[in-house]
């Protein structure tokens, strides 16, 4: 069993920044790729970027240009870094994962809240 711990949630203004992290407990994990989805207020779960351990990475059209994905593969440790936070960024932020054999993990999410 694979635990992924998220951290770096909070309450931010707009324009402001925050770093999310996640961190996977077991040295051996080697996922194929590690992504952080969003879920606000009902609304469904989506993608907000994803890091493949070839080094793709890929954003959703609402974050392009403002969150950068990045990796520690040694450490088993995703980052999130948001610049220029928006009100509509507003969510719980949860940490995946994707391993070779097609299992999934998921953080238990953190809450990132946006004031305008």
């Known amino acids: 069993q694979v635990l992924l711990v998220e951290s770096g949630g909070g309450l931010v203004q707009a324009g402001g920044s925050l770093r999310l992290s996640c961190v996977a407990s077991?040295?051996?994990?080697?996922?194929?790729?590690m992504a952080w989805y969003r879920q606000a207020p009902g609304k469904e779960r989506e993608l907000v970027a994803r890091?493949?351990?070839?080094?793709?990475?890929d954003y959703s059209d609402s974050v392009k240009g403002r969150f950068t994905v990045s990796r520690e593969n040694d450490q088993n440790t995703v980052y999130l870094q948001m610049n220029s936070l928006k009100p509509e960024d507003t969510a719980v932020y949860y940490c995946?994962?994707?391993?070779?054999?097609?299992?999934?993990?998921w953080g238990q999410g953190t809450q990132v809240t946006v004031s305008s």
């Open positions: 995946h994962a994707l391993l070779y054999d097609g299992i999934q993990y």
């Open positions: 077991r040295s051996i994990f080697n996922p194929l790729a």
């Open positions: 890091s493949t351990t070839g080094g793709v990475t």
